[in-house]
C-alpha cells in the first residue's frame, strides 16, 4: 500500500494552506496520515504541465529512448515515452472521473477551453466550473501519484531519469541489473543507430 511521506509532501504543500499549515499531511481516519488537498493539486498541476509541453511540441523532437523494462526476463524496450505519457494522462482521466467530470477534464484540461467556452458549451454555472476543476485536480492528483505499478509522478521516475526502484522504497533491494544496455549482452542485437562514417 502506497504511503506517504512527510518529505515528499512537504516539497509541495502551500505554504499559506489552512488545511495542514504548509507540511502536506493532515490526520484522516484511524489516526493515518492523509495527504491535503493543496499537495494532491501540486501533483496534478505538474502533471498536467508536462502534458501540455509533451502534447504541443513538435512530433519529430519526441525520441525514442530504451527503457528498462525489469521482471523476470530483464529485458529492454525501445519506447516513446512523450506519446505514452500523453496517453496515460488521458486515460487516467477517462478511467478515473466521472462522465461529468471527463467532460469537464476534455473541454479544459485536454482541449484547452477556458472557463468561459466550457460553461457556455457544457451549460454550467462559473462557481460549479471552478469546483469541479478543484475536484478534477485533487482526484487526478491522487491517481497520478498512486497509481500502480507506475505512477505518473514523479515526473522524472516516469521518464526514466531516476531510477524506479526509488518509488519502492529504500529496503527494496536493488536490481542486480542496472542499466546495461542491450546490446551488449545480447549478441547479434543491433541498436537503431547510424554507423559512423
Ligand atoms: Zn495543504
Redesign the pocket.
Known sequence: MFEWTRSETLGL??HT?T??F?L?L?AGRNGKSVP????LRAVFRACFKRFRYCATKEKHMSRASLEFTGGREKRFTWSRKDEEYVADFCLVGRRHLSAEEYRVFKYHFLLGADWKLCCRQLKMERGNFFHMVYRIETQLGHVFRELEPYSLYPLDEYFGTAPRWRIDGPNEPRPKVQAIPVFATRRGFTPPLRKAA
Open positions: 504543500a502551500k494552506c488545511q495542514c504548509g502536506g493532515r491535503c488537498g493543496c499537495v
